[in-house]
C-alpha cells in the first residue's frame, strides 16, 4: 500500500516537472511513467532507468521519477520529524533540478514549482504520520458536500460581475474560472488545487480565492494553515434531497 501512495506522489511531483520544463514530452508521460513504474522500488533501479546520468542530458520523465522516488524512500527513513524530512526532499529536488532547468524556466517558476513540491510531500509525510488509510477527503475536520451539479448558469453570471484582477488575467478569466469550479462539483479544494490548475503562484491564487470568497462564490470550511479548504457557494450547488446537505457545513 506504501509503495503504491509514493508512486502516486511520485507520478504527480514528476508531472509538475514536466509540465513546467519539457511539455513536449507530455504526451508521452503516461507510458513512460509506466515503464518507470514497473521497476520502481526494485534494487538498482535508479541505474538501470539512468538516473545516474549526467547533467548534460536534461529532464526525462523516468530520471525525474527516480529521483523523486529515492529521495522519498530516503526522507522516509531519517530520524527526524517531518519539518525536516520535507526540508531534505526540498533540497535534494532542488539540487537535482537546479542545473537540468537552467536556462528552460525563469527564476519565479523554478521557486513556484518547489513550493508545489514541498506542499505536496508536506501533506504525503502528514498522512504517513497520522496512518492515514483513506483519501484525505475521508478525514477532514469539516465535512464534504455531497457530489452535487453545479448551477452552471448562476455561476456564470457571477463571475462575470466579477472585477477580475489585471495580473493572471489571460490564465484566470471568468470562463476558465467557470470551468475549474465547475469541475469541482461542489466539492471542498485546496489552495494547492487552484495553485496547480492555473500554474499560477501562491499569492496570486490567494487573491482570487479572497476575491471569489468576499463576492459570495465560494465558502471556506473555517479551518487554518493547510487544513484550508474552499468550495462553491451553496446559491451555486444544486438542491440536493439529502438533509445532510443541507445543513450548514
Known sequence: MERE???TLVRH??????TAARPEKLAD???DFADFALTAGVPQVAERLGYRRSPSQGLDTTLVAGMFFEVLMDAAKLPAGNR????????????YLVTRLAGQITLSQF???????????????????DGWTGSLREREASPLPEP??????????????????LKGRRKLTPETLWD??????????????????FQVNKKTAWTYLNLLLSEGVLEHNGEKANRVRYALDRPFRAPSSSPATQEKM
Open 180 to 197: 475549474f469550479l465547475c469541475r469541482t462539483g461542489g466539492r471542498w479544494f485546496k489552495l494547492l488545487d487552484f495553485e496547480a490548475h
Open 148 to 165: 452535487e451539479a453545479v448551477d452552471g448558469e448562476a455561476l456564470r453570471e457571477a463571475l462575470a460581475r466579477l472585477s477580475i484582477p
Open 5 to 7: 501512495r509514493r508512486l
Open 111 to 129: 521557486y513556484r514549482l518547489l513550493n508545489l513540491i514541498e506542499a505536496n510531500v508536506e501533506d504525503y509525510f502528514e498522512h504517513l504520520t
Open 84 to 95: 525536516e524530512r520535507v526540508s531534505f526532499v526540498r533540497k535534494k529536488a532542488k539540487d
Open 13 to 18: 511531483l514528476t508531472e509538475q516537472v514536466i
Open 29 to 31: 508521460f503516461a507510458d
